[in-house]
């Protein structure tokens, strides 16, 4: 697939103070503090939208470099990085372990922090993506895309029900329809070994019916869940680090894989989604679609 050369400015809507620790609300303004509004520039699509994502992925190992190729080769108009950039997200680990394997897509990403990067992201996170994009990245933040509205959210951030974020988030999510994808690192709900995320049900309390897809990473595999209130959970952790292995079969899993790398690709249009989890060998584990009510 061949990408337009323009490129369309979309506006990210955002605030927010970051903190020191996962879901922690204490300490903010000891950590990194993001920036308030910024642009986000991604390559020019129409109609259709032919979207990445992957996370847990910035890792130097045999997996990591499989599946980032695999991306890479597919060429995508914009990719999600869900978060982690191993160890600690220093910013050495950002140039070494990151820029290798998805620097080539910088221009084309919209990421979202993850627990390792989160307590040095003063350092790392947010230099690195200021320098990458051109401009400050906000610490969550939305854009519209092939009549969807993409919501990048901070799971290692404030997020408490009164928190800035999830205020923001609410007003974000005013109107009629759910043609929206809402993205993180921590799941809220996981069959994985980390399981349920209960700090973030504020998240959750706010997204449900009116978010039609949420793509988390953090578990080391990748799993649909089955639909919930209307939204479907798909998560896409199994980028490079060492896979985390389902400690039980869980009734709400649709589909699971510990065994292999792979990343999610989703094409998005007007009114509807379609998603495929693919190997780094780049076999198809698991196909889903999703249609959705655009605003009226």
Not at 18 to 38: H, L
Not at 44 to 67: C, E, L, N, S, Y
Not at 115 to 123: D, T, Y
Not at 195 to 222: K, Y
Request: aromatic share 10%; charged share 25%.
């Amino acid at each position: 697939m061949l990408l337009r050369p323009a490129a369309a400015v979309l506006s990210l809507l955002a605030t927010g103070l970051a903190c020191g620790g996962c879901g922690q609300e204490a300490g903010a303004e000891r950590t990194a503090a993001n920036a308030s509004g910024g642009r986000f520039e991604a390559p020019a699509v129409g109609r259709v939208a032919r979207i990445w994502a992957v996370g847990d992925a910035a890792t130097p190992t045999p997996r990591a470099r499989r599946v980032a190729s695999r991306v890479r080769r597919a060429r995508p108009e914009l990719l999600l990085y869900l978060g982690d950039v191993y160890e600690a997200g220093t910013p050495d680990e950002f140039r070494r372990n990151y820029r290798p394997l998805f620097g080539s897509l910088h221009a084309r990403t919209a990421p979202t922090p993850g627990n390792h990067e989160w307590p040095l992201a003063r350092a790392g996170y947010f230099p690195y993506w200021r320098q990458s994009l051109g401009r400050p990245l906000p610490s969550y933040y939305s854009f519209r895309v092939a009549g969807w509205r993409i919501l990048s959210l901070n799971s290692e951030g404030p997020h408490g029900p009164r928190s800035a974020q999830v205020r923001w988030l609410k007003r974000r999510l005013r109107g009629g329809g759910n043609c929206r994808l809402a993205f993180w690192h921590r799941p809220r709900y996981s069959a994985g070994p980390h399981g349920d995320a209960a700090d973030l049900q504020p998240f959750w309390r706010a997204v449900r019916g009116r978010v039609r897809l949420i793509l988390n990473g953090h578990e080391h595999n990748l799993q649909r869940l089955r639909r919930r209130a209307g939204t479907t959970v798909l998560i896409s952790g199994a980028g490079g680090a060492s896979p985390y292995r389902f400690p039980r079969r869980d009734r709400r899993l649709v589909f699971g894989n510990d065994r292999v790398g792979g990343a999610l690709k989703l094409r998005l249009a007007p009114g509807r989604a379609r998603y495929a989890f693919i190997s780094g060998g780049g076999r198809v584990l698991h196909r889903g679609t999703a249609r959705c009510r655009p605003p009226s």
